[in-house]
């Protein structure tokens, strides 16, 4: 590929971007505006004109992934060579390379996880701390080094910033200090660490500063609205006086400012590097009008900074259908519709993998995966945890290895499938949320992309796989498993789907409560919205629900932020409840001893779990060999057509008829109508499981 054909199929600001070739420059640039695409094109431009030497380029992002995708791009665009990191990588690598010649012997041991040494550091404080609380102190230490708070000026500091730790101020300064002292004693380093001592080895050791600046003299970094003061103060030092550096960024997407994020760096680029040039990127090329439309509304009511550096994206899609806004009762019945319109998505044809249910914090997601399983619909729980450091991952890709030196000729989904069931897979996932669930996921996730590179290159075997994921985990390149991601907005950012859905809106969650005190909190949690919003491809809806139980007050109100988008009335086409207990009668009480059900578990079941239960074993063995043999026959998970609870429910009950069938928690409408007969044939004992398989 030559140059020009590198400028070609960009549009005038992409261009403009990739002709900007010396620096500084700056590039605002709106959610699905092609920023990756243009600065990619910039470096490759610039190498192929001869301006830039590949090997002197390095482009600094967020993530492996991302990084990992630029090395991709720019491969297929005839500029490899550049070496394109996040900061922790590029730290990493120069701190090792440097040590030995200027400090001498081996450097400190990286600390991939802050959790061990808080809980000691709790312990020695005499501090008692839960696994939640240990996860908040972690966090709160992080947050307190990239902002280079020592110890004893954490108090002033976190009350400056409005900061609410786990535990009092002050003790959470001596723990801090405490797991200071720890990693000093044993000669370790975490990640903020490790950039301000690679910050520190370039400042006081001149001749270290001046080869690396020889071998880099161009820079890029990406999401630069997200770089916190440690990253700052590396990225500067490896500048020195340079001004060949490219910045992109969206001040409208800031969502990590409790992390030590400061979009200051970004919205005042021109003030500390007079005379650069700035392009903005307003094109969006991800979501149709009406989507995109909602997007600059939710910014439009932006106040303060934010409002004056907004970005008013322009969409370049056809028109598609209207953002929809719907209000519930209660979250129960807010889930059940949503579940009910995904399940109708799929029966359109939308793929799964292709519909999000974002949410604000994680413990909204356990009313959605109930109404999954009722409506046999398929979901996965997105998180944090970089998919290819999970333990089970790490555990399956040695055994795929192993297998793959001796491997035969058996196809290659079944030869994956056999390995990952040594690892623990199942037909079907365990009940409920926990590690065992993630574990499951995890080992599925495996599978789908054994039946995906199989469907793409039939002839392809273990070795193949192997090394299709030996390259993904390079490249941080997770698979996706075939389902509905339940996920938490900031876990969604620099994701997309064709259908997007938007849940739980109300105030006290969207704003978060504690973001009251801040009205700087209060803005990034609009931009927290926009994020939301930004996600969906085609379809968008956002919900609310009055209160959070059957039967509860109604005392909720939406989010602030919707005043002005959503129509004053927002009620749903009601949901048919019929089947649910009336809501004035508050919680289901169990069939066994009366008392209030509030497990999810036991409400399907109708019974405390610990209380006895008479039921036909027999017929649960028989209802157990059906589900196998329909999901095989439909291609789908098991739990997909019942899970393990509502099995057992319809076994204790035995019902003979359409409506006692349909009065079981997770026996939905959709439900009843694909399998009601079967399952009342097996009850009455008229059929075995293999009558019912063709």
Partial sequence: MDADEVLAGLDPEQREVAEAIRGPVCVLAGAGTGKTRAITHR??????????????????????????????????????????????????????????????????RLVESKLGLVAEAARACRLSFGRTELRDAAAEVEWAKVTQTRPGEYVAAAAKAART?????????????????????????????????????????????????????????????????????????????????????????????????????????????????????VRDYRSTPQVVGLANGVLAQARGEARRHRLELVAQRPAGPAPAFHEYDDEVAEADAVAKRIRELLDEGVPAREIAVLFRINAQSEPYEQAFADQGVPYVVKGAERFFERAEVRQSVVLLRGA??????????????????????????????????????????????????????????????????????????????????????????????????????????????????????????????????????????????????PGGRKGRRRSRFLDGLAPQSAGPPRVD?????????????????????????????????????????????????????????????????????????????????ESELAAIPGVGAVKLDRYGSDVLALCRGEMTSADLVD
């Fill in 43 to 108: 470096i490759a431009y610039s190498v192929l004109t001869g301006v830039v030497s590949p090997q002197r380029v390095l482009a600094v992002t967020f993530t492996t992934r991302a990084a990992g995708e630029l090395r991709g791009r720019l491969r297929q665009l005839g500029a490899p060579g550049v070496q394109a990191k996040t900061f922790h990588a590029a730290a990493f690598k120069q701190l090792h390379y440097f040590w030995p010649k200027v400090i001498g012997g081996e450097p400190p």
């Fill in 165 to 281: 730790p786990p535990a009092d101020a002050a003790d959470m300064a001596r723990l801090y200090d405490a797991y200071e002292q720890l990693r000093r004693d044993r000669n370790l380093v975490d990640f903020e660490g490790m950039l301000e001592l690679t910050a520190a080895i370039f400042t006081e050791h001149q001749e270290v500063a001046n080869q690396f600046r020889d071998q880099y003299r161009h820079f890029v970094v990406d999401e630069y609205q997200d770089v916190n003061p440690l990253q700052k103060l590396l990225l500067d030092t490896w500048l020195g006086e340079r001004k060949d550096l490219c910045v992109v960024g969206d001040p409208n997407q800031t969502i990590y400012s409790f992390t030590g994020a400061s979009p200051s760096y970004l919205l005042n680029f021109t003030i500390e590097h007079p005379g650069a040039k700035v392009v903005e990127l």
């Fill in 404 to 549: 793959a030196r001796s491997a035969g000729d058996e196809p290659l989904v079944r030869a994956v499938r056999d390995v990952l069931a040594s690892a623990g897979l199942t037909d079907k996932p365990p009940e409920g949320r926990g590690a065992a669930r993630e574990r499951w996921e995890s080992l599925a996730a495996l599978a789908q992309l054994a039946e995906d590179v199989a469907a793409d290159r039939p002839s392809a075997g273990l070795r193949e796989f192997v090394a299709e994921l030996e390259e993904r985990a390079g490249a941080q390149h997770a698979p996706t498993l075939e389902g509905v991601t339940l996920a938490t907005l900031h876990t969604a950012k620099g994701l997309e789907w064709d259908a997007v859905f938007l849940a739980g809106l109300v105030e006290g969650t969207l704003p978060i409560i504690y973001a009251e005190k801040n009205p700087e909190q209060i803005e990034e949690e609009r931009r927290l919205l926009y994020v939301g919003v930004t996600r969906a491809r085609e379809f968008l809806t956002l919900s609310w629900a009055l209160a959070r139980s």
């Fill in 577 to 657: 409840r019929s089947r649910r207990r009336a809501a004035a009668q508050g919680p289901q009480p169990c069939r066994v001893c009366g008392r209030p059900l509030t497990a999810a578990i036991e409400r399907k079941l109708g019974r405390c779990e610990s209380c006895p239960a008479d039921y036909d074993e027999e017929l649960l063995t028989r209802m157990k060999d059906w589900r196998v043999n329909t999901s095989k026959k439909l291609k789908v998970p098991s739990y997909v057509v019942f899970t393990d609870a509502t099995l057992q429910a319809i076994a204790e009950r035995a019902p003979a008829s």
